[in-house]
């Protein structure tokens, strides 16, 4: 577990909710404030990244809609207008203290893509070597909804996590709009306690936790969850605080008990697997049996032998799903491509050579190229 006090890289992650009033677009009020936080800490930490919604919400009253539009070319337009205005209100609060800020939209196709992935690395960690705040938000104007499964990072608290990969971050401060990780819902029992720290993410936080209650917003407590869970094998502590009250920022690295704080219990995995399990987007899958599943729990590659089917085409290199008993356990960068696996799926690795007429390696995901999720 860190101290506060030792935080060099920070990611702050501010949902919609926090941005902007309901249906009355940007709360500019409420930014200014979350500014003027920032930029004293700012003071005494040196790598900020922001991961911000609010291009949708900041957007749709603009062009004269009444509510948050469900049509998916409206959310677009929405999106294209309100990221303008978002930037446009953070750059304007932020010259107030003399910070520049940079805007980066970002979609997971972006991230996907290993040597894309590096780019943003690196044009990232110059922006912080600079001085910058980058303002990190996914491009929703050419996002689709329908698509989202293979195509979005799900909502930003993930990407968050995907950031606080990208830049080695120590601390990602999620922004909410309720004040922690409870029990139970507290809207729903009054007996529901805050959990101020958690060490293991386990299936009974996970039950604790609920969908997403904004009309502004996508994300809700479950994805924080999952969010922080990607963050902490990343080597990136997490904390869950109260974002409609600008100041518990502040508090939150002078006291204990504000918000929930994930700490670090187990070692971070290695940046390569990071970008294989969270980053990239799977080609396909393989199913495999209970005897493979066991094999990876303890660590070792995936065979041909365990492989009992597979689903799509890929080509050798592509990061799969693998998938025992209809759920996803794992992802991992295939040496094989589908074509070569229908044919040596289920047989020992001693037989690839005489089917296939070449082996690359008796593993057709080795131990390093997968992560377990």
């Not at 101020?196 to 009309?215: F, L, Q, R, W």
């Not at 995901?365 to 997968?370: A, G, N, P, T």
Request: glycine content about 8%.
């Amino acid at each position: 577990m860190h101290s506060k006090t030792d935080v060099k890289t920070l990611i702050i992650k501010i949902g919609s909710s926090i941005l902007s009033g309901n249906d009355l677009g940007l709360n500019s009020a409420r930014i200014a404030s979350l500014v003027y936080h920032i930029a004293k800490l700012k003071q005494t930490i040196p790598n900020i990244v922001i991961v911000s919604s609010g291009a949708v919400a900041s957007g749709f009253k603009l062009l004269g809609f009444p509510s948050r539009p469900k049509d998916i070319v409206d959310k677009q337009a929405s999106a294209a207008v309100g990221q303008a205005r978002l930037i446009w209100t953070y750059e304007q609060a932020f010259a107030q203290y003399n910070i520049n800020v940079a805007q980066v939209l970002l979609t997971k196709d972006d991230l996907s893509n290993r040597k894309r992935y590096l780019h943003a690395r690196s044009a990232l960690k110059r922006l912080l070597e600079l001085g910058v705040i980058p303002i990190i938000n996914e491009n929703d104007t050419i996002i689709v909804d329908e698509l989202k499964y293979i195509e979005s990072f799900g909502d930003n608290d993930n990407l968050g996590a995907l950031v606080a990969g990208i830049v080695d971050g120590d601390l990602l401060l999620i922004l909410s709009d309720v004040d922690g990780l409870y029990t139970a819902d507290p809207s729903k029992d009054k007996n529901a306690e805050i959990i101020h720290k958690v060490e293991y993410i386990n299936d009974d936080i996970m039950d604790s936790a609920g969908g997403s209650i904004s009309s502004v917003g996508t994300g809700g407590m479950k994805s924080k969850i999952q969010a922080a869970k990607k963050a902490l094998e990343a080597g990136c502590e997490v904390a869950i605080i109260m974002g409609m009250e600008p100041e518990n920022i502040e508090k939150f690295f002078k006291e204990d008990n504000i918000g929930t704080y994930f700490y670090q219990s187990v070692s971070s995995i290695k940046k390569r697997k990071f970008w294989i399990g969270y980053a990239a987007i799977p080609k396909g899958a393989v199913i495999i049996d209970n005897g493979a599943d066991n094999a990876l729990l303890n660590n070792k590659s995936l065979l041909a032998k365990g492989i009992i089917n597979i689903n799509g085409k890929f080509q050798a290199g592509a990061v799969v799903s693998i998938i025992n008993n209809n759920r996803e356990i794992a992802r991992g960068k295939i040496r094989y491509s589908s074509a070569d696996l229908l044919k040596i799926m289920g047989k020992a690795s001693s037989e690839i050579y005489d089917i296939l007429g070449y082996k690359i390696s008796d593993e057709v995901i080795h131990k390093d190229d997968l992560l377990l999720i």
